[in-house]
């Protein structure tokens, strides 16, 4: 009988200390989970700021919409003006001249217009001329400096040899410097990184091209 009764203490007492190993347990999965919520938060908080300043990073200004809406046509008649060369340029090194602006510009109306569309804003129309695209505008007073009158591209196409060169390379050389004016402004003000990343592009490229055009007209 006595041996009966040890024998059911002995397994109450392992009862007892195994239900308290199983509380002390719990006590101890809950103060871990506490800290993996602890941890889960930090990081989804760490994640949140990183995306807040991902999207600081990329935000844009006024000043950018309108250097991408301004630029577009710019391009676009430097473009007009560069596919004029063929068969009317008698200079080779104007033809190359004329090579790498088309070169130069046409991807960069594609990322600009990529921008405005991606921002909701209007990307100016490709169909027809400057005038059409831009109607009621007149170009060489606008807001976009060296864009050409129409009566001076209409002179452009008209000429042929070394006429057209002297007035291409001319018309060009006032036309970068518009566009140079305008990138510059575009630094200053604008808050888009690759907006203003390409208009570091452009002052470089442009002026290193007016350099050269002015050397093919004896300017230097």
């Not at 921002?119 to 100016?124: I, L, N, S």
Request: glycine residues 10%.
């Amino acid at each position: 009988m006595r041996s009966t009764r040890t024998l059911t203490r002995r397994v109450a007492v392992s009862a007892a200390s195994a239900v308290a190993a199983l509380v002390l347990a719990a006590c101890g999965g809950d103060g871990d989970s506490s800290g993996s919520d602890s941890g889960s938060t930090a990081a989804a908080g760490s994640a949140s700021a990183s995306a807040s300043a991902g999207a600081a990073a990329g935000a844009h200004n006024a000043q950018d919409v309108s250097f991408a809406q301004g630029m577009i046509p710019h391009h676009r008649q430097a473009l007009e003006m560069a596919r004029l060369a063929t068969g009317r340029a008698s200079s080779a090194q104007v033809e190359a001249l004329a090579a790498r602006v088309e070169k130069a510009q046409e991807p960069e109306i594609r990322t600009m217009s990529g921008w405005l569309t991606s921002w909701g804003e209007d990307v100016p129309t490709s169909s027809g001329s400057m005038a059409e695209s831009m109607p009621g505008m007149d170009h060489s007073g606008s807001g976009m400096p060296g864009m050409m009158a129409a009566s001076d591209m209409a002179a452009l196409k008209k000429a042929s040899g070394k006429d057209f060169d002297a007035m291409f390379l001319t018309m060009m050389v006032d036309h970068h410097k518009g566009a140079v004016d305008m990138a510059t402004a575009e630094k200053k003000k604008g808050a888009y990184a690759p907006a203003t990343s390409l208009a570091d592009d452009i002052v470089a490229a442009q002026t290193a091209e007016i350099t050269d055009m002015n050397k093919l007209l004896g300017n230097g």
